[in-house]
């Protein structure tokens, strides 16, 4: 008997996955539990293995092709065993709907169905248009009696040459075609409003320089700026928790638990990428414990060793570009969560204290927040509880 191997559907939001590598080939053996072929989904790229033991009947997709879940990606069974009828309706259909589709010029156009009309042009510009894929009716003759010369060939190519000129040309898939979609998504679906306070780093400097300064000499782990920031917010969505949610259809879900993702640029064969590596019920973890977590998390993500379960669940995110020297930024939500932080440099500025000038270390925190779950004031409370926070709880 035939056995199908299907995209799996790796959580509640994923609607297809992209074959990212074969690890075996059409007529080989496989067994049971043996992995067959890559797939990227959700930013991960994920082993599918083989349900069964036999022969690898059929390839389905060939790599960099996206697969909806549950569609075939193989065939699995016996040497020479028939493929299901069902599947060769739909491979018949495809080839027919690719044969029938041919490739066009970006010059040429479908001419309008009724009476073909003689195009009057000279040897010299059919010659060019030839050359150039052009179709000859799209152009204004100047010569005799509408006929078309070289000079108006050559205009007509100088008029719709694309004068950039292009250094490279990169295909955009895997991981950032996930990104590209999900932040796409994000724009069209969600109702992005965002607001942003400035915030004294002063407690939140002496506390990182205190807790890293035991580290050193005890051989610790040391916590960061967004350890910091990872723990306050935490505190501040269990008193709001109407940001530590997720908008479906017509239903706000609000979850218990607080999962914070935290932005992580990954770099794989020079070019950039982004993953989000979530620590779970941040709301029951000291500052210390999830400094090690993050630590942990974030040096699986760069190494491309997260797993699925590392990367998905998150319930809100935190950004930070501060390291860059960037002041302030309005981040995008990561869908489907309600809210996002967007963390801005650190930078000694001139404030009124007590009626006196004086420069104290401030920073600048951006919410993104889905305007059809939360409405504004209730967002800027939840700032205002991070504020005072960050300046008088830490």
Known sequence: MVTDVVMPRYSLTMQKGTVAKWLKKEGEAVKKGEPIVQ??????????????????????????????????LAFIGKPGEPLPETWKASEAATVQQKESVGLASPFSARRKPGKVEKVRASPVARRLAKQHGIDLSLIQGTGPKGRITREDVLRFISLHKDVRAVRETIPVRG???VIAERMSESVRTAAHCSLTI???????????????????????????YTDILVKAVATALKEHPVLNSTFEGDRLKIFEDVNIGVAVETVADGTSGLLVPVIRQVQKKSLLEIAKESKGLIER???GKASHDELTGGTFTITNLGMYGVETFVPIINPPESAILGVGAIIERPVVI?????????????????????????????????????ENEL
Do not use: W, Y
């Open 175 to 177: 991981m950032q075609r």
């Open 301 to 303: 993500a760069r190494a």
């Open 39 to 72: 797939v990227e989904a959700d930013k991960v790229t994920t082993e599918v293995e083989s349900p069964v033991s036999g022969v690898l009947l059929k390839i389905c997709a060939e790599e960099q092709t996206e697969v909806p879940v549950g569609e075939p």
């Open 198 to 224: 400035e915030v004294d780093a002063s407690r939140m400097i002496a506390l990182r320089q205190k807790l890293n300064g035991e580290a050193e000499a005890e051989g610790g782990i040391k916590v960061s």
């Open 354 to 390: 007590e009626g006196k000038v004086k420069t104290r270390p401030m920073m600048r925190l951006t919410l993104s927040f889905d305007h059809r779950v939360v409405n504004g004031a209730p967002a800027a409370r939840f700032m205002q509880r991070l504020k005072e926070i960050l």
